[in-house]
């Protein structure tokens, strides 16, 4: 094959992901949570834009919207989000430095992550009319890998958020492992990551009452609400199953007081046979 070939071949294979994540939990844990993706994969070409919300908050839509408007703007310490077709209109303000990690990189790719705010302070407005109030979170990942060529059999993430810290942690196990344990802007030396605790040299945060808001499969989420991912997406990565949860976090430093806050985290796991 000549290389003008080569080069144009890969040209029209080449894959990137753009997903944005926002959430919110108010005094009284309501949750929300937003996601607005851009796949570009050779001919295929997706957005999507869905979120995942308490009940209570009335005038959300659940259904996906596969429309490229409408999407995340950031502009300087702001995140806005004007989302008619899921009935929410939002504001993130950033109250933390952001935080950007090559998580992982190799010849056909790379996986970036840019916390670009991890605590936020947070105004949702439903098309029910009502107006929320609380703390979130706002990140973006950037992958020119496809995320079911990474091997993975185990994926921990979550972040907590009080009105005076922050902690954000990503968890990789399988072909590459990888964890990484941010405090306040500070990487944690030594950090250890369960389904129930976090802790390192400086700090421990424990999470209590977990409340579950999402379990079903990879493909259960998105097979159904975005058809054409199956032409993307092998089915064995689809049957990963992913857990969701919130809860109520307790960070303690050695000697000093406790912070309580509130928890969104998630444990994504695939059988050995599927990686």
């Not at 919300?53 to 596969?66: F, I, M, V």
């Not at 922050?166 to 492992?177: L, Q």
């Given at each position: ?69 409408n999407r995340p703007v950031v502009d300087n310490s702001v995140l806005t989000w004007h989302s008619p077709k899921l009935g929410f209109d939002g504001q993130w303000q950033q109250l933390a430095s952001s935080e950007r990690q090559v998580l992982h990189q190799t010849d056909e790719g790379v996986v970036e992550w840019n916390c670009l705010q991890p605590s936020s302070r947070v105004q949702l407005t439903t098309a029910a009319g009502t107006t929320h109030h609380g703390l979130g979170y706002v990140e973006c990942l ?134």
């Amino acid at each position: 094959m000549a290389q003008s070939d080569q080069v144009e071949r890969n040209s029209r294979n080449k894959f990137s992901l753009e997903k944005y994540y926002v959430d919110l939990v108010t005094a009284e844990r309501q949750y929300f949570i937003g996601y607005s993706a851009f796949l570009h994969w050779g001919a295929i070409k997706i957005n999507y834009n869905a979120s995942l919300h308490h009940p209570s908050l009335l005038g959300l839509r659940a259904h996906p919207s596969l429309s490229s408007s409408n999407r995340p703007v950031v502009d300087n310490s702001v995140l806005t989000w004007h989302s008619p077709k899921l009935g929410f209109d939002g504001q993130w303000q950033q109250l933390a430095s952001s935080e950007r990690q090559v998580l992982h990189q190799t010849d056909e790719g790379v996986v970036e992550w840019n916390c670009l705010q991890p605590s936020s302070r947070v105004q949702l407005t439903t098309a029910a009319g009502t107006t929320h109030h609380g703390l979130g979170y706002v990140e973006c990942l950037n992958m020119t890998i496809p995320p079911w060529r990474l091997g993975l059999q185990t994926l921990r993430w979550g972040r907590f958020v009080s009105e005076n810290h922050s902690v954000v942690w990503i968890e990789w196990r399988g072909k590459y492992n990888l964890i990484l344990l941010i405090c306040d802007g500070r990487r944690a030396l030594n950090p250890k990551i369960s389904d129930r605790m976090i802790w390192c040299d400086d700090f421990d945060l424990s999470l209590e009452h977990c409340e579950t808001i999402r379990e079903d499969s990879i493909g259960e989420t998105l097979v159904s609400k975005i058809p054409s991912i199956l032409r993307v997406a092998p089915i064995d990565f689809l049957r990963g199953k992913e857990r969701k949860y919130v809860s109520r976090g307790r960070l303690a430093f050695p000697g000093g007081s406790d912070h309580t806050g509130w928890v969104i985290h998630e444990r994504v796991s695939w059988e050995q046979d599927q990686i």
